[in-house]
């Protein structure tokens, strides 16, 4: 009989025990046999067993030493990495070819830093079926002029294709978080724009944001940007009399690529 693990408030760890709950998510991830899968924080293994007869390939990334133990007892096949999911180099894990798929419950707190590390490993990644707070979910997929909208939106609506899937009820955790949780799907485009600056594009949705009260102009005058002359363009004008949550996605393209050229 193995020993019961007790989850860690230092890990945000919340074991998923609702089978039902389990199984709706592997529907919505849909496994294919050709797959090859990394589980972000697998825990005791509720999704783990569920995926790993059905797919090409596990790998399951786990920073809690007793969880790997007894993960290794209970899948001997099971491909473990003991290590923080920031620290490791999705590039490891898949062939030429290859692209992973990603699913995980993850620690809530850090969210965001998963996110952009999805966002900056991109090219490794064909999609990701996650569990995050149901605020962020919101803010994940929130439309412009809303209060949800900033930028996760941006970014992850620019780079990927993102669905809220499904709201999550805490009674289906051990133990039952304060919040409500969401499944969310992030699928990353196949093509992006060409000679485009990736990185500059996401330093300006930061700048943009950075005082989301203030209009837009005054937000890049405190930002790194502050050396930019904007104002001989008229076409920015109108732009830079908005605040960010009020910009879409091709007003931030028009932006960024007006800044490169200034640089």
Known sequence: ???????????????????????????EFNPEKEDVVLEIGPGTGALTSELINNVKRLIAVEIDKRSVK??????????????????TNLSEFVNKNEKLRIIGNIPYYI?????????YERKF???????????????????????????????????AKTKLC??????????????????IRIKFN???QKNFDDNLFINVVKAAFGNRRKVLKNSLSNSIFRTINFTNNVELTNLLAK???????????QLSEFIKNQQ
Do not use: W
């Open 125 to 159: 990644v064909k999609d990701a079926l996650l569990m995050v707070q149901y605020e962020v979910a919101k803010r994940i997929t929130a439309e412009k002029g809303t209060k949800n909208y900033g930028i996760l939106s941006v970014l992850l609506n620019y780079f």
């Open 111 to 119: 969210t965001s830093p998963i996110l952009f590390k999805l966002i």
């Open 243 to 253: 605040r960010a949550e009020d910009l879409s996605i091709k007003d931030f393209i």
């Open 70 to 87: 007894q993960l290794k007892e209970k899948f001997p096949s099971l491909e473990i990495i003991n290590q923080d999911f920031l620290e």
């Open 190 to 192: 196949e093509e992006e």
């Open 1 to 27: 009989m193995e020993d019961k693990i007790y989850p860690l408030k230092r890990f945000g760890q919340n074991y998923l025990v609702d089978k039902n709950v389990v199984k709706k998510i592997i529907d």
């Open 166 to 183: 499904f709201k999550i009820s805490p009674n289906v955790f051990y133990p039952k978080p304060k919040v409500y949780s969401a499944i």
